[in-house]
């Protein structure tokens, strides 16, 4: 399928008296690009908030903007992380030492994962 991503996910139509996009999400193609099994009624419902989303972004896209200051955080905090200090901590052999199973100052654990051959 050819074309950016928008006309590729979208089908729009010509807008509606009330400023409201009339378009029709391709709800199946973005469920397939994220690996997501939808039934019909989930179809349905996704492709009206997705609409409902669009059309409010459009809304917001006709705000005059203008002259306005870009604000990244509106708290006003500045770096409230502390700084990493160097502090005491446990040696191998107290950090295992409540282990069920250890060797060596590591802990021995199930394996989760199959080795392939």
Do not use: C, W
């Amino acid at each position: 399928m050819r074309g950016n991503l928008s006309t590729r996910l979208l089908r729009h139509n010509t807008p509606r008296n009330d400023k409201k996009l009339n378009m029709k999400i391709d709800v199946k193609h973005i469920a397939k690009l994220a690996n997501l099994p939808l039934s019909v009624d989930e179809e349905k419902k996704f492709e009206q908030q997705l609409a409902d989303t669009l059309n409010y972004i459009e809304e917001l896209n006709e705000v005059n903007t203008e002259g306005i200051e870009i604000t990244p955080q509106v708290t006003g905090l500045e770096n409230v992380l502390e700084e990493d200090t160097v502090r005491p901590s446990l040696t191998q052999d107290e950090a295992t030492a409540n282990a069920k199973n250890s060797h060596n100052g590591f802990f021995i654990v199930p394996a989760i994962l199959e080795e392939n051959a």
